[in-house]
């Protein structure tokens, strides 16, 4: 089965950037569509961005304009580019396998990479 292992996150101030990368053990040449979903204390885990094979993406309301996914099938590779952070964007955020552009997710989680923006 594919590991996925999320890297990138840190603490940064607000109206700063970062960019989270995601590794999958395996091919996702065959992935129809892959995401990022975050998840903050005590709120449950939501989908961010996804994006398809073609490069279709699709992003929440709360990061559209300022988050951008990506994918590189050849690295086996998935990106999320963050600016223009706000502490809300506080949470750790997860990559997933989707079964469709917008989820839901299949597959197992990786660890996570924690995201803290500080005011």
């Known amino acids: 089965q594919v590991q996925l292992v999320e890297s990138g996150g840190g603490l940064v101030q607000a109206g700063g950037s970062l960019r989270l990368s995601c590794a999958a053990s395996?091919?996702?040449?065959?992935?129809?569509?892959m995401g990022w979903y975050r998840q903050a204390p005590g709120k449950q885990r939501d989908l961010v961005a996804s994006?398809?094979?073609?490069?279709?993406?699709k992003y929440a309301d709360s990061v559209k304009g300022r988050f951008t996914i990506s994918r590189d099938n050849g690295k086996r590779m998935v990106y999320l580019q963050m600016n223009s952070l706000k502490p809300d964007d506080t949470a750790v955020y997860y990559c997933?396998?989707?079964?469709?552009?917008?989820?839901?997710?299949?597959?197992?989680w990786g660890q996570g990479t924690q995201v803290t923006v500080s005011s």
């Open positions: 997933a396998r989707l079964i469709q552009l917008g989820g839901p997710s299949f597959g197992s």
């Open positions: 395996g091919s996702i040449s065959n992935v129809n569509a």
């Open positions: 994006i398809t094979n073609g490069g279709t993406s």
